[in-house]
């Protein structure tokens, strides 16, 4: 009895011996996927808390910890609303990674853990939506469509089946008004939704509008000091929006790899795509790179005359002219607009830009964006096989083309993470606008729900 004793004393003895080294080992040299996961969640949960007014134990639970991989069940966040943080760790304890909250320019990750410096990067005041009894997209009143067409409309966004799995906002858009919407439980008109990719889209619009006031070209080269010495110095703007540029990035999500690096360990989101090497000559190879989208929100700032002046930019050449009051474009730590990733914005502001696309550029009979910019939306390039544009945009949607689904050829797409999408179907005068929480693992394809409501309204305009 005394060896098992002295046997079971001596596994508690190296058990404890484990963990305390193991803890010391998270503590001080925690692996960076932890730190991912927690920059991750810090994040998602800061600008769902302070920008979208949710839950933040609702967000952790329903945003972070639902849709991915088991380990981020393992993560805790500590709120603190009086100083605009988030922090996440591991276990409540490991790999902490911060998020803070900067008012009108939303949240940021601080992952070097320096809130002061990211405190007095950047600064934009808020500004206050104006209320007016104005029809839509003019103003605030929506009137859905009526008849047996409405009903017919309202039965197709509100059928869970075409809606697909934690649907969080559908807006059909018809002849420039609001005919069917619907709002998953806890969310609706006024609250403010994460665009993901389709940000990329958003993006590419505001060098549209530099490109009218003849600060941008298609034609730029030499965009960076880094690629003046060497062959990425013959890299155009044209390459970068069309993904075509051949530099290196890896778009793998799950692991640190460069866009995960990117979004939650760099303090920079332009470094690692800034000084990638190139791995092909520009238009050879297509390579889907969030990374390219960052560096274009760094060229397009930089064309205007100081940080002050690109920050206020968005809104005042888009988000204003459009009326897009509810948007939210955030910057990371050194005053970078995350131009792959974070936009927020309410369904009905992103149904507004989805009719800007439809209308050419045109806004209450102003062309806000140069002619053929959004034409370069609707062109399929060569390297992608078809199914991206030259400028920032989808010409398939998730899973299939327009041809599979039998919707129409000039059908074309924004499309971002977990299920968010803008169907923008010229021939139509159609805009579809779905967001959700839907990973692609579920399988959920829009396209369907589009073809529905295409079924319905085409009688009505033959």
């Given at each position: 009895?005394?060896?098992?004793?002295?046997?079971?004393?001596?596994?508690?003895?190296?058990?404890?011996?484990?963990?305390?080294?193991?803890?010391?080992?998270?503590?001080?040299?925690p692996?960076?996927?932890?730190?991912?996961?927690?920059?991750?969640a810090?994040?998602?949960?800061?600008?769902?808390?302070?920008?979208?007014?949710?839950?933040?134990?609702k967000?952790?639970?329903?945003?972070?910890?639902a849709p991915?991989?088991?380990?981020l069940?393992?993560?805790?966040?500590?709120?603190?609303?009086?100083?605009?943080?988030?922090?996440?760790?591991?276990?409540?304890?490991?790999?902490?990674?911060?998020a803070?909250?900067?008012?009108?320019?939303?949240?940021?990750?601080?992952?070097?853990?320096?809130?002061?410096?990211?405190?007095s990067?950047?600064?934009?005041n808020?500004?206050?939506?104006?209320?007016?009894?104005?029809?839509?997209?003019?103003?605030?009143?929506?009137?859905?469509?009526?008849?047996?067409?409405?009903?017919?409309?309202?039965?197709?966004?509100s059928?869970s089946?075409?809606?697909?799995?934690?649907?969080?906002?559908?807006?059909?858009?018809?002849d420039?008004?609001i005919?069917?919407e619907?709002?998953?439980?806890?969310?609706?008109?006024?609250t403010?939704?994460?665009g993901?990719?389709?940000?990329?889209?958003?993006?590419?619009?505001?060098?549209?509008?530099l490109?009218?006031?003849?600060?941008?070209?298609?034609?730029?080269?030499?965009l960076?000091?880094?690629?003046?010495?060497?062959?990425?110095?013959?890299?155009?703007?044209?390459?970068?929006?069309?993904?075509?540029?051949?530099?290196?990035?890896?778009?793998?999500?799950?692991t640190?790899?460069?866009?995960?690096?990117?979004?939650?360990?760099?303090?920079?989101?332009t470094?690692?795509?800034?000084?990638?090497?190139?791995?092909?000559?520009?238009?050879?190879?297509?390579?889907?790179?969030?990374?390219?989208?960052?560096?274009?929100?760094?060229?397009?700032?930089?064309?205007?005359?100081?940080l002050?002046?690109?920050?206020?930019?968005?809104?005042?050449?888009?988000?204003?002219?459009?009326?897009?009051?509810s948007?939210?474009?955030?910057?990371?730590?050194?005053?970078?607009?995350v131009?792959?990733?974070?936009?927020?914005?309410?369904?009905?502001?992103?149904?507004?830009?989805g009719?800007?696309?439809?209308?050419?550029?045109?806004?209450?009979?102003?062309?806000?964006?140069?002619?053929g910019?959004?034409?370069?939306?609707?062109?399929?390039?060569?390297?992608?096989?078809?199914?991206?544009?030259?400028?920032?945009?989808?010409?398939?949607?998730?899973?299939?083309?327009?041809?599979?689904?039998g919707?129409?050829?000039?059908?074309?797409?924004m499309t971002?993470h977990?299920?968010?999408?803008?169907?923008?179907?010229?021939?139509?005068?159609?805009?579809?606008?779905?967001?959700?929480?839907t990973?692609?693992?579920?399988?959920?394809?829009?396209?369907?729900?589009?073809?529905?409501?295409?079924?319905?309204?085409?009688?009505?305009?033959?």
């Amino acid at each position: 009895m005394r060896l098992i004793s002295r046997v079971i004393g001596a596994l508690i003895v190296l058990l404890l011996i484990i963990v305390a080294g193991g803890a010391i080992w998270l503590s001080v040299y925690p692996p960076e996927l932890l730190k991912v996961g927690d920059g991750y969640a810090a994040k998602i949960v800061c600008s769902n808390t302070f920008v979208a007014k949710r839950d933040p134990d609702k967000v952790l639970e329903e945003d972070v910890q639902a849709p991915g991989n088991p380990a981020l069940k393992l993560i805790r966040v500590y709120v603190d609303r009086e100083e605009g943080v988030v922090t996440a760790r591991f276990l409540g304890l490991f790999a902490p990674n911060r998020a803070l909250y900067r008012g009108a320019l939303g949240c940021a990750l601080v992952p070097d853990g320096d809130l002061q410096a990211a405190r007095s990067a950047v600064f934009l005041n808020k500004v206050k939506a104006p209320k007016s009894d104005a029809v839509w997209p003019d103003g605030d009143t929506v009137n859905l469509g009526q008849g047996d067409e409405g009903t017919k409309l309202a039965n197709i966004v509100s059928n869970s089946d075409l809606a697909g799995p934690a649907m969080r906002a559908i807006v059909v858009v018809k002849d420039g008004r609001i005919v069917a919407e619907t709002y998953g439980d806890g969310f609706g008109k006024g609250t403010p939704l994460i665009g993901w990719s389709m940000t990329k889209t958003v993006n590419a619009a505001i060098i549209g509008r530099l490109m009218l006031a003849g600060r941008m070209s298609f034609d730029d080269q030499n965009l960076l000091p880094q690629w003046s010495v060497d062959p990425r110095k013959d890299i155009k703007l044209s390459d970068l929006l069309a993904m075509e540029s051949g530099l290196a990035f890896n778009e793998s999500y799950g692991t640190v790899s460069d866009v995960t690096r990117m979004l939650y360990l760099d303090p920079d989101v332009t470094s690692i795509a800034a000084d990638a090497h190139q791995l092909a000559a520009p238009g050879e190879r297509f390579s889907y790179s969030s990374g390219t989208a960052a560096l274009l929100s760094r060229l397009w700032m930089n064309r205007l005359p100081n940080l002050s002046a690109a920050i206020s930019y968005p809104r005042e050449a888009l988000f204003g002219p459009l009326g897009m009051y509810s948007a939210v474009f955030e910057a990371d730590e050194r005053g970078t607009f995350v131009g792959s990733s974070y936009l927020y914005a309410n369904a009905r502001d992103w149904a507004r830009f989805g009719l800007f696309l439809l209308q050419d550029g045109v806004w209450n009979g102003h062309r806000l964006l140069p002619e053929g910019f959004v034409g370069a939306m609707r062109t399929p390039t060569k390297a992608s096989e078809g199914v991206y544009s030259q400028a920032q945009a989808w010409l398939a949607g998730p899973g299939g083309s327009n041809a599979q689904f039998g919707l129409p050829a000039d059908t074309f797409w924004m499309t971002g993470h977990d299920g968010q999408t803008i169907a923008i179907v010229p021939s139509a005068n159609l805009v579809v606008v779905r967001m959700g929480l839907t990973p692609t693992w579920a399988d959920y394809r829009p396209q369907i729900l589009v073809k529905r409501i295409m079924d319905v309204i085409k009688p009505a305009s033959t």
